[in-house]
């Protein structure tokens, strides 16, 4: 047994403690990788809430309720940031990506430290797998919001869309991973071949990142 809380305590404090010796992206980058542990912790408070009340087993809640609820709770800070701040879409991509690194990395830590670290291959192409995959789906549920905007349909409909997009791509990797064999070849597969296939829109739709990011 694990007591997550505890982890988030000891992997949060010193970033925290950074915010008072650096300013700008820097800062906002290391803001959100913690907001993203914070909101993976909430998640599993969610996801197990969901797992008493509707007695499904852990496998099912993976596939089909973690996915919505970790989507939906990532969007959640991002939006609110976009509507608090006068930030354009394309400077807001770097916090997202920030803060699927920071659940992804919270994630796999209580994963080891509950599951154990005995084959280090299977932890590596899971760290990897993961990982990427968190901030792939940040990145399609950013494209699809971008793409809605640039053919003036910005809208709760288009939002919903885009979100929906996010969860099937998260819902579809956690269903292969959860089959041995050749499936879960294809889902550790699946988020880097994904992220290489964004790349090309990605580029061509956020041609200037960099720039709206500098302070």
Not at 68 to 88: D, N, R, W
Not at 193 to 198: F, K, Q
Request: net charge negative; hydrophobic share 50%; proline share 4%.
């Amino acid at each position: 047994m694990i007591y997550s809380e505890y982890v988030l305590i000891c992997i949060a404090s010193p970033i925290l403690l950074t915010l008072l010796f650096v300013k700008g992206s820097a800062r906002r980058y290391a803001l959100f990788f913690v907001i993203g542990m914070v909101v993976c912790l909430l998640s599993a408070y969610v996801g197990g809430f969901v797992q008493q009340v509707s007695g499904m087993d852990s496998n099912w809640v993976s596939i089909y309720a973690s996915p919505v609820t970790e989507e939906l709770m990532k969007m959640i800070p991002l939006i609110i940031t976009l509507l608090l701040s006068a930030e354009k879409d394309s400077g807001l991509l770097p916090s997202g990506i920030a803060l699927a690194a920071g659940f992804a990395t919270f994630e796999n830590c209580c994963y080891i430290l509950s599951s154990g670290a005995d084959e280090l291959v299977f932890i590596l192409i899971r760290g990897l797998s993961v990982g990427i995959m968190h901030i792939v789906s940040i990145l399609i549920l950013y494209l699809g919001l971008i793409m809605a905007e640039r053919m003036y349909s910005r809208s709760l409909a288009s939002i919903i869309g885009a979100l929906s997009l996010s969860m099937t791509f998260h819902s579809l990797y956690n269903l292969l991973v959860s089959e041995p064999g050749m499936p879960s070849i294809i889902g550790f597969i699946m988020p880097t071949l994904t992220a290489v296939i964004l790349y090309e829109p990605y580029r061509r739709l956020v041609p200037n990142l960099s720039d709206s990011y500098t302070e």
